[in-house]
């Protein structure tokens, strides 16, 4: 497999953060172990018919164990030579009852042995807060995130871990994906907390038009709210940098009209700025007030201030796909509720083909596209908007669907294609570098196979293969690729002979 870039010539900083990403409910399992409550996604899972195949994330990949056990996964990190990696706590671990019951010990121990063992072995702690999982508590007392009674709980739980473990963790991340979790809980229902109305999905005891925005509206605040108390409490000592991770996809308009171009600036403003320009800016895109009108909640004075004296370190940014956009406002379109047409969505059709030829080889997943110019022109976009703040990718991989009714072969090791995928999106990032793009890390998704939501464990991420009656990790070809690409880039010393660790290649 061809390796670019002359490492001499590498536009990756010396101190760039090369990783891998995790997050808690898709890792740990151990879902009743040591004291953790239930979450959202205990819930969610365990009622029949939410996730594909029936399973859900009581074991996963049993990540909480093995590390206690063997330090297994660590091992593998390190066999990469990555320098950080992203994880995210469980809040229900942390606060079973969020703050209406005790801080639990166990989680507490579970995470400074997680962190301290990274760092003896030169790997950051890359950490979000929360990745989609909540304590179901706070579902059941008030409704979670359509009340603003969740800001003091998300206050409360953010304290607690800058205090536990701010003085080793120097990447904080309030949400992972907040965009995704309230779209897809709260519009179209398919996550917790299955919100929706009939126009959009299966489900009728929501309100697709308005409940996504007031959740956004609450995590916003409790983004602002977090970052606050880290900033007056704890940053000036500890010395870390706290920041959000947005999903972005890149919106190409489907021609140069300049309806389309501006139906492609909208898809963005109600997809990614609807959260970033409040946090950054105090207020939300004017395009969304517009469309929106009085359904869209307004900021007190004081709130405004908090944001923009708050705001951010970073943004993290995770980037898989790109797609067309197409005008709605001006032009007719027939599609119908979830593809970006209506009001709600910014009158903004989302499409992944023109004159029937798609953006990018389609992948496993019906939103995965492969086109490595988005990640360059998202890159961009986001540099110019907000004025070239720090930015991480926090996210960026490729899926294959599951082939072990085959059992471990040769062709579920042998990814080529996600190989092909990481080179191209890597090659952009480099680009992105090169034109003077402040970009901080990079973090593969995912170190490996995992639960991925509602399709259960169908769809495969990993650089590494895992056995799911085993538990067994066994290296892919891209685990290898990514080791060397690293090397390459940091001219550090590949760790252990690929010999035994990656027999198959
Ligand atoms: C992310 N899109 O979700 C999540 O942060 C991960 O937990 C998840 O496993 C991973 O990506 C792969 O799905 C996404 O529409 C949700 O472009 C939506 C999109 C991308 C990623």
Redesign the pocket.
Known sequence: LPLKGNPNASPFPSNFLFGT?S?SY?FEGAFLSDGKGLNNWDAFTHKPGNILDGSNGDIAVDHYHRYQAMIEDLDLMQRIGVNSYRFSISWARILPKGRFGSVNKAGIMHYNKLINTLLLRGIQPFVSLT??DIPQELENRYGAWLSPQVQEDFKYYADICFKYFGDRVKYWSTF??PN?AVI?GYRTGVYPPSRCSSSFGNCTDGDSEKEPLIAAHNIILSHADAVDIYRTKYQKQQGGSIGI?M???WYEPISEFLENKQAAERAQAFYMNWFLDPIIMGKYPEVMQEILGSNLPAFSNHEQEKLKRTGLDFIGI????SFYVRDCMFSVCEQGPGTGSSKTEGFALRTATKNGVSIGKPTA?D??YVHPQGMEKMIAYIKDRYNNIPMFIT?N?F?ESDKSEKGLTEESLNDANRVEYLSGYLDAVAEALRKGADIRGYFL??LLD????T?GYT?R?GIHHVDYTTLKRTPRTSALWYQQFIANHTGSKILMPSKTTFQHH
């Open positions: 990403a997050s898709q990745h989609y992972n994906e995704v897809r991770v999903n972005a996809i995770n980037h898989y796909t997943l939103w995965l996210e991989g899926c998704w995912s995992n639960f991925e939501w399709l769809i991420f």
